[in-house]
């Protein structure tokens, strides 16, 4: 059971907009520590997508975004496209566990 | 260009140590925390340490009593033994630098535990 709650999976059409939300609680997304975003391609390790909430590494596409309110973050993607397709985690930290915290991905499937 | 390339064995019985090495090639070795983290089949991730070059090491409490990590800075290595393995241990195994966040990564190792 994984401290930050992500749906299992969510679809769209090539050129449609996406959203995924990883929800936590006060002792971590919710006492405001950042929430990073990585996306996991097939058979691949995790890939930094978003740092420090709503940061985008070197050579991300700008249709990657992502927000946080409260308890909750969600990562967007616009303009889906079929290279998009992979399994997406979010993580915080969180100060009862003293140690870093993940969702349990979510897998992306592009229609 | 930073690489991480890790390292061992894929297939344990119970009760056995897995052993993981984790090798980095380019940037700076001295200015980061270093990390293990895993990936159970068709689960999430999670942390299960990290270190320094200097030693400093930070442990999730729910494997330290049986997680040591070690680093070899002349080496730009660092280490990771899990002491009496059992299924639950199966896992993809990942090496990652803390810049924070997680920001390289190795390929990642499959570590099967069965008798």
């Known amino acids: 059971q994984s401290v930050l709650t992500q749906p299992p999976s969510v679809s769209g059409a090539p050129g449609q907009r996406v959203t995924i939300s990883c929800t936590g609680s006060?002792?971590?997304?919710?006492?405001?520590?950042?929430v990073h975003w990585y996306q996991q391609l097939p058979g691949t390790a995790p890939k930094l997508l978003i740092y420090?909430?709503?940061n985008r590494p070197s050579g991300v596409p700008d249709r990657f975004s992502a927000s946080r309110s409260g308890t909750s973050a969600s990562l967007a993607i616009t303009g889906l496209q079929a290279e998009d397709e992979a399994d997406y985690h979010c993580?915080?930290?969180?100060?009862?566990?003293?140690?870093?915290?993940f969702g349990g991905g979510t897998k992306l499937t592009v229609l | 260009q930073v690489q991480l390339q890790q390292w061992g064995a894929g297939l344990l019985k119970p009760s056995e140590t897995l052993s993981l090495t984790c090798a980095v090639y380019?940037?700076?070795?001295?200015?980061?925390?270093w990390s293990w983290l895993r990936q159970p089949p068709g689960k999430g991730l999670e942390w299960i340490a990290e270190?320094?070059?200097?030693?400093?090491?930070n442990y999730n409490p729910s494997l330290m009593r049986r997680v040591t990590i070690s680093v070899d800075t002349s080496k730009k290595q660092f280490s990771l033994r899990l002491d009496s393995v059992t299924a639950a241990d199966t896992a993809v195994y990942y090496c990652?630098?803390?810049?924070?966040?997680?920001?390289?990564w190795g390929q990642g190792t499959l570590v099967t535990v069965s008798s």
């Open positions: 270190i320094n070059h200097s030693g400093s090491t």
């Open positions: 006060s002792s971590n997304i919710g006492a405001g520590f950042d």
């Open positions: 990652a630098r803390v810049a924070p966040p997680f920001d390289y």
């Open positions: 420090r909430n709503n």
């Open positions: 993580q915080s930290y969180d100060s009862s566990l003293s140690v870093g915290v």
């Open positions: 380019g940037g700076s070795f001295t200015g980061y925390y």
